[in-house]
């Protein structure tokens, strides 16, 4: 019976075309509940000349569009099953391995590929090995700093290859390679796709691309030009005077005093960072970054744990926390921004603040054909203010103050010139007649970059010079391994040698692309006048008003988390002079 049922199902499958298409109409029809739609329908089989006639309401029809029915969903599950599947393969396996063909045949070297989880165990082997125990107290960062990189192009060469997942990420140590890559001239390669949790914190000029980058950079510029920078040397000073003066009191109380920089200069560019963009509403600024800080801490705990998509909407504690904290932020950033458009519209403040002259540009472009931001724009880019501006010159600092205590024939020379120029407050024309100064600063951010590596990814298949890249491979430009290369900067290029960049950067090295901690090309760092100015000053005030050694308690453990950090602090002994 059951044999019978299928065996003319299945003949009535066979059928001409016409038949199937008028039984799956009906099918339709039945399922749409329109069983007594329209006419019944009768076709005529081209080969036997035979005409069949089909009643929606006939039983034995019904149980053939049920049958077709389920034989079409099942088919329809069957393929979408298999598409997905093949598609799986595809992107986790047979992609992954081409890709990995391509660049061995052009005589690129690399660790092989592993199913999914790429390289990403031993990178995090490496890393925890390294970064278990301090390390001597020499400039030879490198090992414990970014193992893996190094381990990578020692075994594998200069331009080399890993898996970050299923990506092949290619680790480009050749400056003249560098170069292209960071020219970009066809707009061929993108910062990596981001984890869109990380968005959380800003969608601001580092996160744009192509058209909508380069209009909001030109509208930004502006406010970061020298010019305008000038003016906010007097507000480092007041930033870099109140720190000193609690470090004055505490000093006072021995006759020398133990203290960590690092969370004092955290704060002192946190202050500074609010004072420059906000100018008179700082402390609402500094209450934002506050709230900043925590929003990131929570961000980089969530990054640090399995990606699942969507998860970041479930309203899980630590969600609703980022969630509520992003709300805060924006709404009280919104009413800085209005109280500044307002005071600005009134005159009676001024738009001498980073702020305030990103409106007051923006309100200049506003009627121009290009338009201006939004308020949500600006919005995103004070957030960035803090993420790119406050952390990195905070660890230079560090770093400097660290470098300096352990070389004090340096630490004397520059305090000897600062005495010299400076008055009792650094002003604009002292800061720019610090020669001695400046050079320790630069083989400070030689030896210890507090942003370690630039990441890019090409977005299309794409040639660097000879070598093609397949569209997806993600590309690391390791500034700190470069740095530290003796091809570059000589045998001694572990050694703190501020003398070699006493002609100027471009004399520094054997090859004048060998130092960008900025950054190179259309997108080095918007604030690299703005940091250099501050560090000069920071630097200048404290070396007028302490002398400096390293603490006992100190140990060389550099380690980085965003930047470059002293992972268990950076202990000093003061002494006021
Ligand atoms: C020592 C201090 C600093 C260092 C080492 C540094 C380093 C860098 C680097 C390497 C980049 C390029 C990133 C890339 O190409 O992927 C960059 C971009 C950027 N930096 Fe800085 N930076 C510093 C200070 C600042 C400050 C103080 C600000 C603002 C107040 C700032 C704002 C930015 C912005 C907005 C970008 C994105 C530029 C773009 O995409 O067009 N930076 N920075």
Redesign the pocket.
Known sequence: MRATYFQRTAKLYLTSPEESSIRLMLVCQKLCHLDNFGPNRSVRNASSNKSTTFNCNNPQYLAIFWMDFFVLVTTSLAFILLYGVARLTYSIWLKPKLQERLLKQQGIRGRPYKLLVGDMKEFVRQITEAWSKPINLTHQIVPRVDPFTLDNVQKYGKVSFCWAGTRPRLIIKDTELMKEV?ANKQGHFQ?PPLNPIILILSR???T?EGEQ?SKR?RM?NPA?HLEKLKGMIPVFSVSCGQMIEQWKKMASLQSSYEIDVWPELQKLTADA?SRTAFGSSYEEGKKIFHLQKELISLTLEAMQSLYIPGFRFIPTKKNQRRKKLDKDITSMLRNVIQMKENGMRTGQTRADD?LGMLLQHNNQCANGAEGGMTTEDVIEECK??YL???E??A??LTWAIIVLALHPEWQEKAREEVLQVCGKEPDFEAISHLKIVSIPLHEV?RLY???IA??QHANKDTKIKEISLPAGVDITLP?LLINHDPELWGDDAEEFKPERFSEGVSKASKDQLAF????WG???????N??ML??KVALAMILQHFSFKLSPSYSHAPYTVMTLQPQHGAQIILHQI
């Open positions: 960071l910062k601001g000029l580092t744009l980058w950079r930004i970061f960072i980073l960035q203010f790119a501006g406050q990195t010159t660890s230079w951010l970059p507090p942003v630039l990441y500034i960008f901690p900025f950054g259309t997108r080095t760092s918007i604030g690299q703005f940091a501050e560090a």
